[in-house]
């Protein structure tokens, strides 16, 4: 059903003039001297699943992150190799009727462009691709098709596409377009028919002139774009009257730089920063999707919309993570290795591009007597078509107001999708040709020629006739008979499930706009409240102040004050007081709360300790004022820490009356503070491999989830996560309150470990920190036991 995007690291060779270090390492589980034999063979796969890069700890040379990735090669590898390994199994699913994106990602310099293109003597990706498919067109499964292959090629430089089948000078900008069931296009790209190899090798090295590449201080021909290679194959059955057409993305992305090292000048300055721009929405996109966010910023550059088939859609994708050696581009491997291991978690949901060719049938009259309303369509329409068409030619429609109840003795059960729609809300690549994209919008298609491609599980909108799916893979649907012969049950139950989980699907997507719009309601609601709030704050404050000018102005005789308006004078005094008092805490909880809300529970936690913290060490001093503003600070992020209420109570009291307050002790904890300094060299080095990363921050985009850091058998994974930036304050005020040794050790690391999530593995086992309410404290695995202790912390 879904496919995670498959990630294959590669680390280039050093070039001339680089040194030679090992802060980067490809090792492999059957650790042999080349790193490359082991992800040689598909039959190696085992040793392959082993593998994983090493990066130095570049705050303790001791301590190494590890990323492990399903195909690792060293810089020994060869083309051929990942060629044979990872891009050639992908063939078959381009021929089986689905898209498939690969692309080439890492820092400026790093080898993507020689991944994908290669050179004239040591050809990469691309042209082995365009090879392999027409090869493929002899394979026995095509027998009888028409087979045709065609090609598109286009660069996104400066966030705007150009055609590169078109002269450069004057090249017009090409927009983005979506059509009637989503699917994202670019209009206007040429689409040119290729009959062999050579001539693909003619438009391409041509087209290749028009990229535009230029020189830094990193690479003399540094790729100042993204550049994205479409080969369409296009299937047509004409026993069946069906096409299939299938296409394969091969993108090579510009590098990400550090303009530090890359030295550009304003114009490369220019192209940087459009660079970064787009791979940190690239970033931002896997961000959204492995956080399962509502909204998916696709939209936010030109890069990641023409590629969302490839990042949470209906393609199979691959991303080649390209690496440089040595300590000068350690950070940026970090950050690949980073983005890397988000991709890995993005799960796609791949479908068979199939149309119908054959002219639709007139409705049954039970279509247009009965129609049904939309919400109920899918799963009903499957089953009676399922069922009525004798699990022939079994015909289906999912679209608005349209069903088909069986089909008339003859009929081929299909019909085109009316009122297409697309349940997926994301959209898929558009298809390559020109003319058939024109005809590909579903809407309005009426019951002629052709029809949107079917798209599984009422994913696509409007499609006409559901094809084979393809989840087992082409020769499995071959056999099926989904191009046209019989249904077995087993395909019907699946269809219906597929169509119930569309059902599903919108549902979920109906109630989660409900949601939204009720929120947005509440929000208003809560804005009128505030401002009649607001309004009456200010006449309150009016009145008191036109009292007290009333009162300086007022010069009675002595003794006309009666005890009653002394007394009165006296509860105003009390009364005003309250109130401001009243208005501070308001003031103050409102911007605690807000800052509060955006975080997380673990950092709410963490950031309320860490005032409590710092609101101790100011009543140890007898500061309780400033004691008690912070223990306030502290109760807007654990509101229901019943500790910290009764405190502040007590120095409430305690300021009020002006008497001393004196803290209650703190339980004595012998026992953890011995294992905590036995633990300190652990949380020392983790604190090192925070400090590490904390430059990563700045690349929010790229700073990824999990990262192992393996030191001393005991492998650290971090886990980064974003709100942690939220919480300055509580950084800065914990660095400040450390005592007795514990807190100074423990509380930076609560930060740290709230950015990373450390988690501290041992022997294979992974331990999450506990994280209990009312104290302050980390767990961490021991090494030598694997037990969990506690270490530090006051509160
Ligand atoms: N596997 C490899 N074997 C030999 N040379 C390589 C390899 N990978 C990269 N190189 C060389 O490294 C240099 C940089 O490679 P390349 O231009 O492919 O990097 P890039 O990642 O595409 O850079 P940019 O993002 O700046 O375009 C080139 O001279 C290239 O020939």
Known sequence: MSHKVKIAARLRPRLDGELVDDQLQVVHATSTSSGAADVSGSSNASSAAG????VTNPRDPSQVFKFPFSSCYDESSTQEEIFKNDVEPLIDVVYSGITVTIFAYGVTSSGKTHTMQGTKTDVGVIPRVVRAMFEYRDHPSLAGKDVSLSVSYMEIYKDEVYDLFVQREGAPKLPVRENDVGMVFVANLSSVPIESVEEFDRVYTQATKNRSVGATNLNRASSRSHAVLTVEVTMIDHETNTTLMGKINLVDLAGSENNKQTGNDSTRMQESSAINKSLSVLGQVVHALNQGASRIPYRNSKLTRILQDALGGNAVGLLICNLAPGIKFRQDTLNTLNFAVRTKNVENKPVINERDNRPAPKPHFSAHNAPQPVGKLAGASLLQAGTGAGLGNAGVVVGANATFSGGGPG?????????ARRASGRASLAPGSRVPRASMGGAGLGGMGYQPFAMPGGRGGGFGRLGAIGEAGPSERRESGGMGGGLTEKDIDERIS???EAEVARRMKEKEREWQEEQRRVMEEAKEAAKEEAKE???????????EGRDGDMSLPSGVLTPILKKHRDLDDELKMRLLELEKKFERGNKETQLADVLSPVSKKKTGRAYVALARAHSEKGDLNVALELYRKAESYVPDNMKLKERIIEIEWAVKNGREYVPSPKPARQQKQKKASKSKSKLAVQEEVQQAHSDERENEEHGGDAMDVDYGGVSVSLFPTSDAKMTPD??????????????????PKVRSKEEFGVELTNHGEKRAFEEDGGEEEMAVGTPATGKRQRVGGEL
């Open 730 to 747: 509580a950084n800065a005020t914990a660095a400040g309150s450390g005592k007795r040794g514990r807190g100074r050790l423990a509380i």
């Open 51 to 54: 593998s994983y890069i090493s």
């Open 498 to 500: 597929r169509a119930v």
């Open 411 to 419: 009929i081929a059960g299909y019909m085109p999708g009316h009122g």
């Open 537 to 547: 704050a200010e006449m309150r404050r009016r009145r008191e102040s036109a009292m």
